[in-house]
């Protein structure tokens, strides 16, 4: 004989069922809301994060303006004002989900605009190769020659062929943004000029360039062949920002 369920101590099969039924509503409720949360708490995080983007692009806009007001520096080739371009360019280089660096080409005492514009030009191109050139020198000398004098030897043709292909190809990628031209600093007569030409390269770009300069160089060095693989990847790594140009 078995003793009838008291419902005052105990849970008949029925409400047993009901309130798991209610448990299992709810965790899904709770499983549907979670990336909603998610995304409401991401949301909420890129907010602030891009409003103390856009109070840096301020503060970085207004001293640099600041400087090159100061330093008598005026726009080169073109009607916008120096606000503008400045304007321009922050927003560029911070454009949202992109990583891109500012390059800046310089050229000093010289008489002919377009001379001191190729000057410019070519200074950017090399300041970037030399950069590139001694990181990617810096990573083989401490993950592959750092025992052996005469692997890092052996890759020092490859360092300047690299090096000179960088120079080459980054100049295809470089995106120009504005120049500005002043007298020489010092000229006595103000018949010579100063200019910096202003660039913008995003880092996939960059690394394209990379990538074909590390394949036109490779051929100069048995031991770069031998560690393509590991070379390859320091190709493809970020290369360090250059110092604030003033």
Known sequence: YAEPIRTGRFLNGT???????????????????APALTTNAESSLQKELNKELVKQ????????????????????????????ALL??????????????EIIGTADNFKSNNVGRRQAVTNAQVAYAQRAG??????????????????NAEFEHFYAAYEAQVQKEIGAELQESFTIVRPHTKSKKCNTYDMQ?????????????????????????????RYADR???????????SAPQN
């Not at 409400?15 to 809301?33: F, N, P, R, Y």
């Not at 321009?88 to 949202?96: S, V, W």
């Open 197 to 225: 030409v202003f660039f913008i390269i995003s880092e996939d770009a960059a690394t394209r360039a990379r990538v074909r300069a590390y394949e036109n160089a490779l051929k100069e060095s048995e031991a770069a062949q």
């Open 15 to 33: 409400a047993v069922k009901c309130i798991m039924k209610k448990l299992i509503a709810l965790c899904l409720v709770l499983i549907l809301a």
């Open 134 to 151: 001694a990181q990617v020198k810096a990573r083989i000398v401490e993950d592959i020659a750092a025992n052996s004098a005469d692997i």
């Open 231 to 241: 070379v390859s990847q320091f190709i493809q790594e970020g290369i360090s920002p």
């Open 57 to 84: 692009l301020k503060k970085n806009y207004k001293k640099k303006k600041k400087e090159l007001e100061k330093d008598r520096w005026k726009i080169y080739g073109s009607s916008k004002t120096l606000e503008v």
């Open 88 to 101: 321009e360019h922050y927003t560029k280089l911070y454009n949202d989900g992109e990583v891109a660096e």
